[in-house]
C-alpha cells in the first residue's frame, strides 16, 4: 500500500510538472505571437488617441488649414516654403470622406493619428522579420519570445512616450518612414537581395522628404553610411549609388516646387528657419517687422503696424490659414539673414545637452540593463565586443548617432528621435546579449521588460482615465468654452478675431469657422491700458473688420459692458470684447 501510495503521489507530481510546463508554453507561444503584440500596442494606442481626441497644437492647425486649403482651392496649396505635404494630404483625404463638421475636425485628426500608427506597426512589424532574419543562426534566437517581447515594449515605449499620438505632427509617419527604411536595409544584407531592394531603398527615402524636410539630409547621410560600409559583400556599391540616385529623382519634384515658392534654391526653410530661431535669436512669437540696423536682416514681408501703443500687427493678406503668421512662417521671415553666432550656438548646444540628459534618464532601464550585460561581459573575459560586429550593426546604430548630431547645433525634441532611439537600443540590446548565456540574457530582458511595461501602462491607465472624464463632460478643453461664448456673442464662421499675445493657442478660431488676423502684442501693456487707449484700439481694429477681440486677462480700467468673461473650470480664464465692425480696408 506504501508503494502505491508514493508511486500515485509521483504521478500526480508528474501531471503538475508538465501541466505548468504545457503553461509555460502557451505563454511563451502568446508572447512570441505577432497578433498578441499587434492587438496590445493597438489597444494602447486607441487608448491614447482617444483621450486626446480633442487636443491640439500649433503645428497642427497649420497642417489642418493646409488640408482645408487643399480640399477648397486644389493640392497647390500643399506646397509650402515651412510644412511639408505628406501629412496634411492624409488629413485633406480623412475630411474629403468624413466631412467633419468643425467640432469634430480634432477627433477626425486623432483618428487619422490612430491609422498612422497603425502604419507604424506594420513598418515596424516589417523590420523586425527582416531584423530576425538576418539573425536566425544566432544562438540566441531559441530566446525568441523574450526577444520579441523586449522588442515590442521598446517600439511601445517610444512611440507613446516620446513621440506620443496626443501630438498633431507627421512624426508618427516619420517613425514609419525610419522603420520600413531599416527592414529594407536588413533585406539588402540577406542572401537573394538584388536592384529592386536598392530601388525601394531609394524610394522610402525620397518619400521620407514628402512627410518631413529633415529626412532628406538624413536619407543622404545614410546613403554615405552605405556607401562606407557596405551591408553585405554580395554587392558593390554601386547599387548604394543607385539608392542615392533614386532618391534624388523622387525628390526632385518637390524640391522644385518649393523652391519655386520661397524665391530661392531650398528644399525646406525649417532647418534655416529654426537656426535664425534658437541659434541666432530671432523672436519666433510675435511676427518680425525688423528694424534700424536689425542683426537678422531687413522682412520681406513684414505684417503691418496698425497702433503703435499698444503696438498692433495685422496679417490678414496675403496669407491663409486660421492664423496666417504661422501658416507659412517663410513668408512672413523672408529676408531674415541666417548667420554663425557662437554665443548663440553655445546656447542652443547646452539646450540640446540639456534636452538629452533628460531623454537619457527616461531611458534609466534600458541603460542600466545594456550595463549589466557588458559588465557579465567584461567578468567572462570578453573585452573586445566590437571585434567582428554584425553587418547590420553600423547601419543601425550609426544612422540615429547621426540624426541626434544632426537636431543638437538647432533644436530637438523627443518626437523626432523616437524610431530612431528604438532602432538604436535593440542594436545595442543584440550586440551584447548574443554574447552572453541565455540564461543571463533572460534575466536581464525580463527586468528591463517589466520596468518598461510597468511605465507604459501607468501612463495608459491615467489617459485611459483622462478620457472617461472628458466623456462625462467633466474635463473639456478650454478652446470649446471659448467658442461656444464667441458664438454666443454673435460670432459666425467667416468672421475675423484679434488677440491679445501670439495666437497659437487660439483653437476656439478653428472651431468656430473664423481667422486670426491681428494681434496686441505687448499683453502687459494692454492690461494697464487707459480707457482712451482703448478707445482706438476699439477703433484700428474695427476698420480692419475684426468682429472680437479675445484675452486672457482684460485691462484693468475696462468696464464691464465691453469684456464679456468665459468660465474655464469655476473661473474666468479669457475675456471677449465685441468689435464694433465695418468693411475690411483690406490692407
Not at 341 to 360: I, M, P, V
Request: charged share 15%; hydrophobic share 45%; aromatic share 12%.
Amino acid at each position: 500500500m506504501a508503494a502505491q501510495s508514493g508511486s500515485d503521489e509521483g504521478k500526480d507530481q508528474h501531471q503538475r510538472g508538465d501541466s505548468f510546463s504545457r503553461y509555460i508554453r502557451r505563454v511563451e507561444s502568446l508572447l512570441s505571437s505577432l497578433y498578441f503584440w499587434w492587438a496590445v500596442c493597438l489597444f494602447l494606442a486607441g487608448v491614447h488617441a482617444w483621450s486626446y481626441r480633442h487636443s491640439m497644437n500649433p503645428d497642427g492647425m497649420s497642417y489642418l488649414d493646409m488640408a482645408s486649403e487643399t480640399l477648397h482651392g486644389g493640392p497647390q496649396n500643399l506646397v509650402n516654403g515651412y510644412w511639408s505635404p505628406a501629412y496634411p494630404a492624409l488629413i485633406s483625404l480623412a475630411f474629403l470622406i468624413f466631412r467633419p463638421s468643425p467640432i469634430l475636425e480634432f477627433p477626425v485628426i486623432h483618428f487619422v493619428n490612430f491609422a498612422v500608427f497603425s502604419f507604424v506597426l506594420l513598418s515596424f512589424t516589417f523590420f523586425l522579420k527582416s531584423w530576425l532574419a538576418v539573425h536566425r543562426d544566432d544562438p540566441s534566437s531559441k530566446e525568441k519570445p523574450h526577444i520579441i517581447s523586449l522588442c515590442f515594449c521598446v517600439f511601445l515605449y517610444f512611440t507613446i512616450e516620446f513621440i506620443t499620438l496626443s501630438v498633431v505632427t507627421p512624426d508618427l509617419c516619420v517613425a514609419g518612414i525610419v522603420f520600413l527604411t531599416a527592414g529594407i536595409c536588413c533585406r539588402i544584407s540577406l542572401q537573394g537581395s538584388d536592384w529592386r531592394h536598392f530601388v525601394a531603398l531609394g524610394g522610402t527615402l525620397g518619400l521620407g522628404y514628402y512627410v518631413k524636410a529633415a529626412l532628406l539630409p538624413l536619407g543622404l547621410m545614410l546613403i554615405a553610411v552605405l556607401f562606407m560600409w557596405p551591408l553585405s559583400c554580395r554587392f558593390s556599391r554601386f547599387k548604394i549609388l543607385l539608392s542615392g540616385l533614386v532618391l534624388l529623382i523622387v525628390t526632385a519634384p518637390l524640391v522644385a516646387l518649393v523652391t519655386s515658392r520661397v524665391g530661392h534654391l531650398s528644399i525646406g526653410e525649417t532647418g534655416r528657419l529654426n537656426y535664425a530661431w534658437y541659434a541666432n535669436g530671432l523672436h519666433a512669437d510675435v511676427g518680425w517687422t525688423g528694424g534700424v540696423n536689425d542683426f537678422h536682416g531687413t522682412p520681406k514681408h513684414p505684417p503691418r503696424t496698425l497702433l503703435g501703443k499698444p503696438i498692433i500687427l495685422e496679417f490678414a493678406n496675403p496669407v491663409n490659414g486660421t492664423y496666417p503668421l504661422w501658416y507659412d512662417p517663410s513668408y512672413w521671415y523672408a529676408g531674415a539673414k541666417v548667420r554663425f553666432d557662437f554665443r548663440g550656438q553655445l546656447t542652443a548646444l547646452k539646450e540640446s545637452l540639456r534636452f538629452y540628459h533628460q531623454a537619457f534618464e527616461q531611458m534609466t532601464s534600458l541603460f542600466v540593463g545594456a550595463l549589466l550585460l557588458f559588465l557579465v561581459l567584461i567578468h567572462a573575459g570578453r573585452q573586445k565586443i566590437l571585434a567582428t560586429p554584425d553587418c547590420d550593426f553600423r547601419c543601425l546604430l550609426v544612422w540615429p548617432i547621426m540624426a541626434c548630431l544632426m537636431y543638437a547645433p538647432v533644436h530637438v525634441e523627443s518626437r523626432f528621435l523616437g524610431a530612431f532611439f528604438v532602432l538604436f537600443w535593440l542594436a545595442l540590446y543584440r550586440l551584447l546579449w548574443r554574447r552572453v548565456a541565455n540564461v543571463v540574457m533572460v534575466v536581464v530582458l525580463e527586468a528591463v521588460l517589466c520596468t518598461l511595461l510597468i511605465s507604459i501602462s501607468a501612463h495608459s491607465l491615467v489617459e485611459g482615465a483622462r478620457g472617461v472624464r472628458g466623456m462625462i463632460g467633466s474635463d473639456r478643453p478650454d478652446y470649446l468654452n471659448v467658442a461656444a461664448a464667441l458664438q454666443a456673442a454673435g460670432v459666425t464662421s467667416g468672421d475675423r478675431l484679434a488677440t491679445v499675445g501670439p495666437a497659437f493657442g487660439a483653437y476656439y478660431a478653428r472651431c468656430t469657422g473664423t481667422r486670426v488676423t491681428a494681434e496686441i502684442v505687448e499683453a502687459d501693456e494692454f492690461r494697464y491700458l487707459t480707457a482712451e487707449d482703448l478707445g482706438r484700439v476699439r477703433e484700428r481694429l474695427a476698420g480692419i473688420g475684426v468682429k472680437a477681440l479675445v484675452a486672457t486677462d482684460k485691462p484693468v480700467n475696462a468696464t464691464s459692458d465691453d469684456w464679456r468673461d468665459v468660465m474655464v473650470s469655476g473661473s474666468p480664464r479669457y475675456s471677449i470684447m465685441i468689435v464694433a465692425t465695418s468693411t475690411p480696408t483690406g490692407k
